[in-house]
């Protein structure tokens, strides 16, 4: 079994910066993509930003080139630095991660609990 946890959310003021982690522990082989979604109030879940196993990115339209998306696959962890954060940036952010379990095991997706992340003018 297999948990994700988050740390790194929080109140901060618009044009302020954040760094989310998520760290994965349990019966991991290997992990393959791993990402963050968010889900404001009254909006869909989105993919904020995703990253490859070999280090490939993927951004949203609307964070990109202020979101920094990285992994540290020694310490199954993926993180998202968060800089020039505006009020819309608001929301519960979640971390995603495919995970094999064994050699030649298919592939399981993992979420995390959420965190809250706030940005106030």
């Known amino acids: 079994q297999v948990q994700l946890v988050e740390s790194g959310g929080g109140l901060v003021q618009a044009g302020g910066s954040l760094r989310l982690s998520c760290a994965a522990s349990?019966?991991?082989?290997?992990?393959?993509?791993m990402g963050w979604y968010r889900q404001a109030p009254g909006k869909q879940r989105e993919l904020v930003a995703a990253?490859?196993?070999?280090?490939?990115?993927n951004y949203a339209d609307s964070v990109k080139g202020r979101f920094t998306i990285s992994r540290d696959n020694a310490k199954n962890t993926v993180y998202l630095q968060m800089s020039s954060l505006k009020p819309e940036d608001t929301a519960v952010y979640y971390c995603?991660?495919?995970?094999?379990?064994?050699?030649?095991?298919?592939?399981?997706?993992?979420w995390g609990q959420g965190t809250q992340v706030t940005v106030s003018s």
């Open positions: 349990g019966s991991i082989f290997s992990i393959n993509n």
């Open positions: 990253i490859t196993s070999g280090g490939s990115t």
């Open positions: 995603t991660a495919e995970i094999f379990h064994q050699l030649l095991s298919p592939r399981r997706d993992y």
